[in-house]
């Protein structure tokens, strides 16, 4: 039990930054060599059929948000407890309850998945095709059972196990891209690609979490009778009705785009996506490293340093961004036609979108100040709000300026959330100064 006996320590240690440097050039060189392989995929089979693929693998990710739970929050919020408190017993509760719910909702994702294909392969005119593609690549919904793996790796603080999986993973993922050029491939190729890594992946994480479990003599976690914890329960469908909120923007948009704009444009959208996403990747560490400060700060009473946080952040992302701008601008001809075909033609939308992302993460800092300040009931309201508007702009958009129609509506979503949880803080804040 000594490694039990050194959580207590461990989790008062300041290792955040240590983490996330980890976490931050794993996930950083992944998100290149995703970049990297989305324009192979591109130049090996043009731009239609690699929107197919992409488009494929959308569905497929959309039913897996909605319907598979991933338990790695309720992990994270329950187990620690748990640990300091050497309740084994509640510890392995907590993890048998984690991994039924992973099994039992990746089962009813896969199945809904299949479910409604037809119906929507009618609405969107898809041809068989496409329709047997997903068929074979929705069981990549059954390898994703690592919620409660994720969970254990983070509150055992072994981030970097999973960088180490997702380098090894995806540097494996790319020499099989780069096979493409050489060999005689269709899109089968890439999905079958996707799939088999996606389920390596999986059993990769398994296995580290198997290990961290006997490392800390927590066998038998399904020896003992099933017993369902109600708050563990309420928190975990909380946090996953929050993660289908995103729906809309995180992955029905290249149906949007498929609709509304063609086809073809959807892999040239997910280019410019990953772009904007290997930016975000210098700044989505930030919230982690903040938001127990302003939590702190709130939580003292001092709720005009936290603000004062929030805007010096602010600042920072607007000019660091606003030199990434520039170092773009200079330098796009060296590396956007490598990225898409025809790459100059698409310059200025992946300018624009890029713009787009630094200007959201230069609000990082506004959601942990009103969480922290209490105002978490509003959220759901708020983002379900910004959707429907995102789902009912983007037809016109799109429609009259393609791509960049797409990156507006985003915006308009982006900061109706924003604009709301600002207005809401200040009212909270008018009213605390009349009492």
Not at 205 to 232: A, S
Not at 255 to 271: H, P
Not at 288 to 295: C, K
Request: aromatic letters at 18%.
């Amino acid at each position: 039990m000594k490694s039990i006996s050194l959580f207590k320590d461990k989790i008062f240690k300041n290792n955040i930054a240590k983490n996330f440097l980890v976490v931050f050039l794993g996930d950083g060189f992944s998100s290149v060599l995703t970049l990297l392989n989305l324009s192979i995929m591109i130049k090996v089979l043009g731009l239609n059929e690699s929107s197919i693929v992409n488009l494929v693998i959308s569905y497929t990710l959309v039913f897996d948000t909605i319907f598979n739970f991933q338990s790695f929050n309720s992990i994270i919020r329950f187990l620690p407890r748990a640990l300091i408190d050497k309740d084994f017993l509640k510890v392995k509760g907590y993890l048998q309850q984690g991994f039924i719910l992973d099994i039992v909702t990746a089962l009813i994702s896969f199945f809904a998945a299949n479910l409604f294909l037809e119906f929507i392969c009618n609405i969107f005119k898809w041809d068989r095709d496409i329709v047997n593609l997903i068929r074979v690549y929705s069981f990549s919904i059954l390898f994703n059972l690592t919620g409660t793996s994720i969970g254990i790796i983070r509150v055992f603080n072994k981030f970097k196990y999973s960088s180490y999986i997702n380098v090894f993973v995806n540097s494996l993922k790319f020499i099989f891209y780069l096979l493409s050029f050489i060999i005689n491939v269709n899109m089968w190729y890439f999905i079958l690609v996707e799939l088999w890594f996606g389920l390596i992946s999986s059993i990769l994480l398994l296995i580290v979490t198997n290990f961290i479990i006997f490392k800390n003599n927590l066998r038998g976690i399904f020896k003992n009778k099933v017993v369902w914890d109600k708050e563990f329960l309420k928190f975990n469908f909380y946090c996953n009705f929050m993660t289908t909120l995103d729906v809309p923007i995180s992955h029905l948009t290249p149906f949007l785009i498929n609709k509304f704009v063609g086809i073809e444009f959807i892999s040239i959208y997910k280019v410019i996506e990953k772009i904007g996403g290997i930016v975000a990747k210098i700044a989505s560490p930030l919230l982690n490293i903040i938001y127990p400060e302003i939590s702190t700060k709130v939580s003292e009473e001092k709720e005009k340093e936290a603000i004062s946080l929030v805007r010096k952040l602010f600042f920072i992302i607007i000019l660091f961004g606003s030199l990434i701008i520039v170092f773009l601008s200079l330098t796009y001809k060296l590396w956007i036609n490598i990225l898409i075909l025809d790459g100059e033609k698409y310059v200025l939308n992946v300018l624009f979108y890029v713009l787009f992302v630094i200007i959201k993460f230069s609000f990082v800092g506004v959601y942990p100040l009103f969480i922290s300040l209490g105002y978490i009931k509003y959220n759901v309201y708020i983002v379900v709000i910004a959707n429907l508007i995102y789902l009912g702009v983007i037809p016109f958009f799109s429609s009259n300026f393609n791509i960049n129609g797409v990156i507006i509506s985003q915006c308009i979503q982006v900061f109706i959330v924003i604009f709301m949880q600002i207005l809401i803080m200040k009212k909270g804040f008018i009213s605390r100064a009349k009492l």
